[in-house]
């Protein structure tokens, strides 16, 4: 599909989160726009998975709104999440089921008519390169192929807006390479967003991106623009440094 103008598909307003006495995410506001793969960087700590919990409506605010293609997930849960494909750091797999059973069960609790599930696997075991392995036991696969699966799962029912919590984390060079060209893939006709602490994740693969610091958010704008933010470049990484060590 082609869009001619950027259309807003996620929009996080003021968002905050207490677990008990403490807060964790303080005010937290951002929007992504359809075909842009936005990343969410901190240190671990930082408040991304919380944040990451919050958008795809598994952990509700204590304040703030969250609208997914305009829908409000509050009000509407069903309905705005009928938009969202979301990968938590660890992948929900049945590792018993083979990898056709497994994603034909995700399409079947997405709500997706019998008719149109058959089709829907073939194209993402294609977008995925799972083809070679639908018939495998999950548990047998490696860890890449498993990652692989996670995202299959959250982009069978086609969505506006992917989630993806730590995409990378445990995987080889070659897995780590081979899925972040899918995520820059998936960015040219949905909206993504993923978290991550690896600078080099959103200066390969993202379009935007927003830093966060002990559940604040302290940067928002291009990793050109945080590579020159004091207007010298090649300070990306000092930059970074000096945003996340500065107290929010």
């Given at each position: 599909?082609?869009?001619?103008?950027?259309?807003?598909?996620?929009t996080?307003?003021n968002?905050?989160r207490?677990?008990?006495?403490?807060?964790i995410?303080r005010?937290?506001?951002?929007?992504?726009k359809r075909?842009?793969?936005l990343?969410?960087?901190?240190?671990?700590?930082?408040?991304?998975?919380?944040?990451m919990?919050?958008?795809?409506?598994?952990?509700?605010?204590?304040?703030?709104?969250?609208?997914?293609?305009?829908?409000?997930l509050?009000?509407?849960?069903t309905?705005?999440k009928?938009?969202?494909?979301?990968?938590?750091?660890?992948?929900?797999?049945?590792?018993e089921?083979?990898?056709?059973d497994?994603?034909?069960?995700?399409?079947?609790?997405?709500?997706?008519?019998?008719?149109?599930?058959?089709?829907?696997?073939?194209?993402?075991?294609?977008r995925?390169?799972?083809?070679?392995?639908?018939?495998?036991?999950?548990?047998?696969?490696?860890?890449?192929?498993?990652?692989?699966?996670?995202?299959?799962q959250?982009?069978?029912?086609?969505?506006?807006?992917?989630?993806?919590?730590?995409?990378?984390?445990?995987?080889?060079?070659?897995?780590?390479?081979?899925?972040?060209?899918?995520?820059?893939?998936?960015?040219?006709?949905?909206?993504?967003?993923?978290?991550?602490?690896?600078?080099?994740?959103?200066?390969?693969?993202?379009?935007?991106?927003?830093?966060?610091?002990r559940?604040?958010l302290?940067?928002?704008g291009?990793?050109?623009?945080?590579?020159k933010?004091?207007?010298v470049?090649?300070?990306l990484?000092?930059?970074?440094?000096?945003?996340?060590?500065?107290?929010?």
């Amino acid at each position: 599909m082609t869009y001619n103008t950027p259309e807003i598909t996620l929009t996080a307003r003021n968002l905050t989160r207490r677990f008990g006495n403490r807060e964790i995410i303080r005010d937290v506001s951002l929007e992504l726009k359809r075909g842009e793969v936005l990343g969410l960087l901190g240190h671990n700590g930082a408040g991304k998975t919380t944040t990451m919990q919050m958008l795809t409506g598994c952990l509700s605010p204590n304040s703030g709104s969250i609208e997914i293609c305009g829908i409000d997930l509050a009000r509407q849960p069903t309905l705005a999440k009928a938009h969202l494909g979301y990968l938590p750091e660890t992948p929900p797999l049945y590792r018993e089921l083979t990898v056709d059973d497994y994603l034909n069960f995700a399409a079947r609790l997405r709500g997706m008519k019998s008719v149109d599930v058959f089709a829907a696997l073939a194209r993402t075991k294609q977008r995925c390169g799972l083809e070679a392995v639908s018939k495998k036991i999950i548990g047998t696969l490696s860890k890449g192929y498993q990652q692989r699966v996670g995202i299959a799962q959250a982009i069978i029912h086609q969505p506006d807006v992917i989630v993806l919590d730590e995409p990378t984390v445990g995987l080889d060079p070659a897995q780590i390479r081979e899925v972040r060209t899918l995520i820059r893939e998936l960015g040219n006709t949905h909206s993504v967003i993923l978290s991550t602490h690896v600078l080099g994740e959103v200066e390969s693969i993202c379009d935007r991106v927003e830093i966060l610091n002990r559940g604040s958010l302290v940067y928002s704008g291009t990793t050109a623009e945080l590579d020159k933010l004091n207007g010298v470049t090649g300070q990306l990484e000092e930059n970074f440094i000096r945003l996340t060590e500065a107290q929010p």
